[in-house]
């Protein structure tokens, strides 16, 4: 599968340690020929962090992608009934989404577009960022890798010593995982 001509939704949720890590893999879907719109939580649009400031994150979104971030309920609500993406990537996903996700709860930019999204049975690729994904969140990693049409990118402990509940995904596997969700396809080892 190909990522040329493919229009990628692209959300990113609070876990903004991992910001340096995603755009380069939001910058490689475009640069695979894919249309990448972004969309940004509450938080992740609104907040200024010890990582980067909110306006920052906006701006470099607008860069890689030449899209303006969406950032409302009202703006992503069309994703389902204009079937506008072929795939919507979460990264990072944090155990909040992870958890609303897994209840059926669409109250912020991101959930609501991943459940707009869904009603065209189109594939959504998670890519895990949570202290406690060993923990509390490990139920809602549970609940989605069991439902139709989530995939996830591979994961793993990213610090084991001081933070042993923790995974976060292998945000690099992003460009490869994307191609095999369109194919629904997991890709494996999920488990890293």
């Not at 990264?91 to 577009?113: F, M, R, S």
């Not at 439902?147 to 490869?176: C, M, N, T, W």
């Amino acid at each position: 599968m190909t990522l040329s001509g493919k229009t990628i939704g692209f959300a990113l949720t609070g876990s903004f340690c991992t910001f340096s890590r995603v755009f380069p893999q939001a910058e490689a879907l475009v640069k695979a020929g894919a249309c990448v719109i972004p969309v940004l939580s509450f938080n992740a649009w609104a907040l200024d962090t010890r990582f980067f400031k909110a306006g920052e994150v906006r701006a470099r979104l607008r860069e890689i992608t030449g899209e303006e971030p969406l950032h409302t309920l009202e703006a992503v609500e069309p994703f389902g009934p204009k079937k506008a993406l072929d795939l919507l990537v979460i990264a990072p996903c944090t155990g909040n989404t992870l958890a609303k996700l897994a209840a059926g709860i669409a109250d912020t930019p991101v959930t609501l577009a991943v459940k707009s999204h869904l009603r065209n049975e189109r594939p959504v690729l998670v890519a895990v960022s949570t202290n406690d994904g060993l923990a509390a969140a490990a139920k809602n990693i549970g609940a989605l890798s069991g439902a139709r049409h989530y995939y996830f990118v591979p994961y793993g402990q990213d610090a084991p010593d001081g933070k042993p509940r923790s995974l976060v995904a292998h945000f690099d596997k992003i460009p490869e995982c994307a191609c095999a969700a369109l194919s629904g396809v997991q890709t494996q080892p999920v488990l890293v």
